[in-house]
């Protein structure tokens, strides 16, 4: 049975309830791979946790994308609590997880954090995270308006992941992948990045930060 290459990593959203995306992606992998566990899940609660799950991702050689559900601002991620890990922390658990390049992509359900320095900081070539898409929101955003736009996103990648398995010549890059999935979106959803900040950043040939809007 085929898997997504995708990894779903959350954190508590709040104190009550059992709020969480996993139901929402699990959807998703059952419709474009007919399996609904054809996504990883994970939990995370602190730093330690979320360090652990990322070298356990980048090891796998499974997993291409991650995608991280949690509470931000404009320079960290919150886990449980009062715990918050901060953008160096997360660029360096890449580099260390990272070494080999096997997950690409960092998808931010996040409000706050999926900013141009933000971008800047974990993609430049400097910062040897091997990662070479990031995306997620540069404004506050409502919990059930982002989860809808994740799933438009990831649904839009995911397909065309599965399309250009089968296909035996001009198969698209990665970077490709994620420009198209980008661009289907913004048909349905033209006014996403002005209303939402929703953005996509990636370096361009030169190794300068490049956004699809």
Not at 8 to 20: A, I, L, M
Request: charged residues 25%; hydrophobic residues 35%.
């Amino acid at each position: 049975m085929q898997h997504t290459g995708l990894a779903v990593v959350e954190s508590r959203w709040w104190s009550d309830g059992n709020d969480s995306v996993r139901p929402l992606f699990e959807t998703l992998a059952g419709i474009v791979e007919s399996n609904p566990h054809a996504v990883r899940y994970d939990m995370f609660a602190e730093h330690n946790s979320l360090s652990q799950i990322i070298e356990s991702l980048c090891s796998s050689g499974k997993i291409h994308s991650i995608y991280i559900g949690a509470h931000g601002d404009d320079v960290s991620i919150h886990g449980q609590g009062d715990a918050s890990i901060s953008r160096t922390k997360l660029r360096n658990m890449f580099r260390k997880a990272n070494k080999k390049g096997n997950v690409s992509g960092l998808f931010f359900g996040s409000c706050l954090v999926a900013t141009n320095q933000n971008a800047s900081y974990w993609l430049t070539k400097t910062s040897s995270t091997k990662l070479k898409w990031i995306a997620g929101y540069t404004k506050n955003v409502d919990w059930i308006e982002s989860s809808a736009v994740d799933m438009i996103f990831w649904s839009k990648l995911l397909e065309e992941r599965r399309k250009n398995r089968s296909r035996r010549n001009n198969k698209k890059t990665e970077i490709e992948i994620v420009k198209s999935a980008s661009r289907e979106m913004k048909k349905l959803m033209p006014t996403i990045f002005s209303e939402m900040g929703f953005n996509v950043y990636f370096n361009d040939s030169s190794g300068n930060i490049d956004s699809v809007w």
